[in-house]
């Protein structure tokens, strides 16, 4: 069973920099895309940035020049640095990948799911 697992959430100031990072466990052949999302109280799950298997990367333009995503495919882990976080940057953050698995499927996972809260 692949799971992904987010740790590195919390609270902190406005200006302040957290690291998110998101694990993949299991029997896992290659891992395509991974992301990361983000849903904010009363609003609709957004990207907020992705890297390719390749390394290319994309970003919501709100977070561009201040998070930076990138990933260790030896680990199959992705890792969201967030610097100069504002308060609208407050959400729970979602780590999502593209795995096939043993049985040579590509399948879409998601993880539960790490809080980030930005105080003024």
């Known amino acids: 069973q692949v799971q992904l697992v987010e740790s590195g959430g919390g609270s902190v100031q406005t200006g302040g920099s957290l690291r998110l990072s998101c694990a993949a466990s299991?029997?896992?052949?290659?891992?395509?895309?991974m992301a990361w999302y983000r849903q904010a109280p009363g609003k609709q799950r957004e990207l907020v940035a992705s890297?390719?298997?390749?390394?290319?990367?994309n970003y919501l333009d709100s977070v561009k020049g201040r998070f930076t995503i990138s990933r260790d495919s030896a680990k199959n882990t992705v890792y969201l640095q967030m610097n100069s976080l504002k308060p609208e940057d407050t959400a729970a953050y979602y780590c999502?990948?593209?795995?096939?698995?043993?049985?040579?499927?590509?399948?879409?996972?998601w993880g539960k799911g790490t809080l980030v809260t930005v105080s003024s």
């Open positions: 299991g029997i896992i052949l290659y891992i395509n895309t």
């Open positions: 890297i390719s298997s390749s390394g290319s990367t």
């Open positions: 999502n990948a593209d795995i096939r698995t043993s049985n040579g499927r590509l399948v879409n996972y």
